[in-house]
């Protein structure tokens, strides 16, 4: 039971547009979802983050959307860059008294072009 | 910076041995966690651990067992390779902060199992 999807396998972007990668979650004690950033032979990369309590977060040229009734968020990136070229997971918790188990997404690989 | 190194970047292993793949954190984490990444199945928890000799099922414990003697070290052990585990490791860790915390990574140890 896949509780964190990432529908999109791929996206390829020209350079300087907008990159939407988007994020469905079923679980509805999820309460605070992270982007990651990973490129290839590396471990990924904290990119940005979002409560359940928001519903937009910005850092830069990212931002993150949070929709909780229709159980989706998504991550803005203005404007693309080659560097950027990479997988972005989709990650979400639920708050516990322990350890916080992420739960990720498959993931969407990211193609900036020139 | 957090640190997060794994002992090996590749290995190459035979069926039925016994594979040990370390993890050493510099953050004073007392979150520490073990992932296998995939192909079109992102990143899936093996074990995790929330304190010194304390450790829990992930999502996929089969065929792993874990050890953490001490706070900054973490080890995943595969008692008796075989090739289904052939994939990429990833190890992180994070501050016991009751849901809000960020996991950080290693850069992964590749693992062929023949």
């Known amino acids: 039971d896949q509780q964190v999807k990432q529908n999109s396998p791929s996206l390829s972007v020209q350079e300087g547009r907008i990159s939407i990668l988007n994020c469905d979650y079923t679980n509805s004690m999820f309460d605070y979802f992270l982007w990651y950033k990973k490129y290839p032979a590396e471990g990924p990369t904290f990119l940005i983050s979002?409560?359940?309590?928001?519903d937009k977060n910005e850092d830069g040229r990212f931002t993150v959307f949070l929709n909780k009734s229709a159980k989706h968020l998504s991550l803005h990136i203005v404007p693309s860059q080659p560097g950027d070229s990479a997988v972005y997971f989709c990650a979400a918790s639920a708050s516990t008294g322990t350890a916080s188990k992420l739960t990720f997404g498959t993931g969407t690989r990211l193609q900036v072009t020139l | 910076d957090v640190k997060v190194t794994q002992s090996s970047r590749y290995l190459v292993k035979r069926t039925g041995e016994k594979v040990f793949l370390e993890c050493v954190q510099d953050?004073?984490?007392?979150?520490m966690f073990w992932y296998r990444q995939d192909p079109g199945l992102g990143l899936r928890l093996i074990y995790f651990s929330y304190d010194v000799k304390m450790k829990e099922k992930g999502d996929i414990p089969e065929g792993y067992s874990v050890s953490r003697e001490k706070k900054e070290r973490f080890s995943l052990i595969l008692e008796s390779a075989s090739t289904n585990q052939t994939s990429m490791y990833l190890c992180a860790s994070s501050f016991l902060a009751g849901g809000r915390e960020t996991q950080y990574f290693g850069p992964g140890t590749r693992l062929l199992v023949l």
């Open positions: 979002i409560s359940s309590i928001k």
């Open positions: 953050m004073d984490h007392e979150n």
